[in-house]
């Protein structure tokens, strides 16, 4: 049986790799994308969205604008990555779907409601403002889902500041909530998403395809290569969101480890950092409900990217 989820994303050239890995990989079911404000303006990622859904011919896939901003802080928007569009400088075709002006986040609480108790993983790849605000506006939803799988955090080094990673200093407070919710949560932090380099040898492993998707992604790619060897000085760049989607698919491709996590929200130089306990023993998953992923199977997570690519064709 697949697993249904909803995405939460903020489109972003990884956050588009996540969305094709989710489309083309069978175990998987996407009930929905939601976005939010985070990589570029919330229109430029809503449009994003639904331009990459209509290349995975998705189309048929709900799409539901959220939060434009964070709960409490000034929007950032990280176009020195993601460029002015956000997706770098490549143009995909214009989605072909309606815009559905339904907001995201009763869309969330009303999908995961509607479906049996634990079947929903909630799959969050941007700054976490609907997510949170969702868990507030209908705290219900916090028995139901099965898991909450999110790509943010650092337990060492972050990269919006030296401890803090992009989307949880985006929102400190929306993540403050969601991790001290319930819910289990996986956490694909840095130190696991920065296992996920695409080396020339992956890209040419896409490029052999041959398909037209195959040289879009391609093009996708060496935008983010660019950027991230100017902006962070990475040969190769991390593609960070699919890890996320992989981890869904297949718990084998990431090693976990339990252990309490916080978001700080006081410090000065701090703010943004999740806060990983890993003294001691590891404790059982009826004493936490966080983990967070150490280690990735960086061929297994690379094949299944690929397999989905060729897979839509
Ligand atoms: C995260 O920040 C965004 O720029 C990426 O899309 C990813 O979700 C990495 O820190
Ligand atoms: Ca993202």
């Not at 960070?240 to 700080?264: F, K, L, S």
């Amino acid at each position: 049986m697949p697993k249904d989820i909803i995405i939460d994303c903020d489109p972003g050239l990884d956050d588009a790799v996540a969305l094709l890995l989710a489309a083309g990989d069978d175990r998987v079911n996407l009930l929905g994308v939601t976005t939010v404000g985070g990589n570029q303006s919330l229109e430029k990622v809503t449009y994003n969205a639904r331009a990459v859904l209509g290349l995975a011919h998705a189309d048929d896939v709900p799409v539901r604008a959220g939060c434009p901003r964070p709960l409490v802080r000034e929007g950032r928007v990280a176009a020195s990555i993601h460029g002015d569009s956000g997706l770098g400088d490549v143009e995909l075709p214009a989605p072909v779907r309606p815009f559905d002006p339904g907001h995201a986040v009763p869309w969330i609480i009303d999908t995961i409601m509607a479906r049996e108790p634990g079947s929903t993983t909630l799959v969050a790849i941007g700054p976490l403002t609907n997510i949170a605000l969702a868990a507030r506006l209908e705290p219900r939803i916090v028995d139901r889902v099965r898991e909450v799988v999110l790509m943010g955090g650092a337990v060492h080094t972050g990269n919006s500041s030296p401890v803090a990673e992009f989307n949880i200093r985006t929102d400190p407070e929306a993540a403050h909530i969601v991790f001290n919710e319930a819910w289990p949560i996986t956490m694909m932090g840095l130190d696991l998403t920065h296992q996920a380099l695409c080396t020339r040898e992956v890209q040419a492993g896409i490029d052999a395809l041959g398909t037209d998707l195959a040289r879009t992604v391609s093009k996708l790619i060496d935008g983010y290569r660019a950027a991230y060897r100017q902006d962070r000085a990475f040969p190769n760049p991390p593609i960070h969101d699919p890890c996320a989607v992989a981890y869904v698919i297949d718990p084998q491709v990431v090693q976990t480890c339990r252990c309490p996590v916080d978001v700080e929200l006081q410090g000065a130089l701090t703010l943004g950092m999740t806060v990983a306990d890993l003294r001691g023993a590891e404790p059982g998953p009826d004493e936490c409900h966080t983990q967070v992923g150490m280690q990735l199977d960086a061929s297994m997570f690379w094949q299944m990217v690929t397999a989905a690519i060729e897979k839509l064709g």
